[in-house]
């Protein structure tokens, strides 16, 4: 990894996901391989070792080790803090990312000069599509969602144009929000916003940042010819129940942020509790997901 002016700043940010880490690490160079990069692993006070490790396995690499959880956005934004990469790719440490991807999204970055936000195409470890670019909640379908209790009651069709996750591209596509998992942007653009919302622990700060970059006059994409394979809550020591928690406390952060009305303030809060209840009891469900 060049130490001067690299083209790609690679973010990682950890909590006790060690086995995923070194996994992810290990793939990185076929990643990037005709492009200059540098790596920074934030680690938010991991005690298997995972700081250890990237420094293992990366000596190269800025590891910054906190002493406390601090939460994933505040992480990335230290990442971003210590990047001197034209283009922030931040990647879960429970993605495995195919060979050239990145130089493909900086491609589209480099080609369009309005592209913001610039999502890989994820798969699930069995080679199937996995949704990781979505619509903006709304009540509608955050209501509606198949994963919602009125769904689960109800039982009702749901009309696709209300669905929270969007189906599989095969081109370049827009999208409203796209997830943190694997994602580009110009670290100009990221720091002219601020980063990060802080106030999103966990969840919800990819889909923040999306609406702020459209806000700013940019575009959010999919480019399906980057890709990898994400073993979703690998990367997270979070327990099940906890992650539905955090989902859904970042949902009504959400809400209050952009949709400062009685409905957010009174209501939602106890729609949002009678989901992860239900969820609790439904094995069939995944915790936390609507």
Request: hydrophobic share 45%; proline share 5%; aromatic share 8%.
């Amino acid at each position: 990894m060049p130490s001067v002016s690299p083209k790609i700043t690679v973010i990682v940010v950890t909590h006790n996901s060690l086995p995923a880490l070194e996994s992810c690490l290990t793939n990185l160079p076929e990643m990037s391989s005709d492009l200059s990069w540098e790596l920074v692993v934030v680690d938010n006070a991991s005690t298997d070792g995972s700081a250890e490790k990237s420094t293992e396995l990366c000596p190269e690499a800025v590891v910054i080790a906190n002493d406390r959880n601090s939460g994933f956005a505040a992480a990335c934004n230290q990442g971003a803090a210590a990047a001197h990469g034209e283009y922030l790719l931040f990647l879960n440490p429970d993605v495995q990312p195919d060979a050239g991807s990145s130089e493909e999204m900086v491609a589209v970055l480099a080609a369009r000069e309005k592209a913001g936000l610039v999502s890989a195409r994820l798969r699930n470890p069995d080679g199937s599509f996995q949704a990781t670019s979505r619509r903006f909640p709304t009540i509608s379908n955050l209501l509606f969602s198949r994963r919602s209790v009125f769904h689960h009651l109800f039982g009702g069709a749901v009309d696709k144009r209300e669905r929270y996750t969007l189906a599989d591209f095969q081109v370049i596509t827009e999208v409203p929000a796209v997830a943190a998992a694997m994602v580009m942007v110009r670290k100009t653009l990221f720091d002219s916003l601020g980063g990060f919302d802080t106030r999103f622990f966990m969840y919800l700060e990819d889909t923040d940042l999306s609406l702020r970059v459209q806000e700013a006059g940019y575009i959010n994409l999919v480019v399906p010819s980057a890709g990898g394979i994400h073993f979703w809550g690998m990367g997270s020591a979070t327990g099940e129940l906890r992650r539905g928690w955090l989902h859904h406390r970042s949902l009504w952060r959400y809400f209050l942020k952009h949709y400062p009305n009685g409905f957010s303030v009174f209501v939602l809060p106890l729609l949002l509790l009678a989901n992860l209840l239900l969820a609790s009891i439904l094995p069939q469900r995944k915790t936390g997901e609507l």
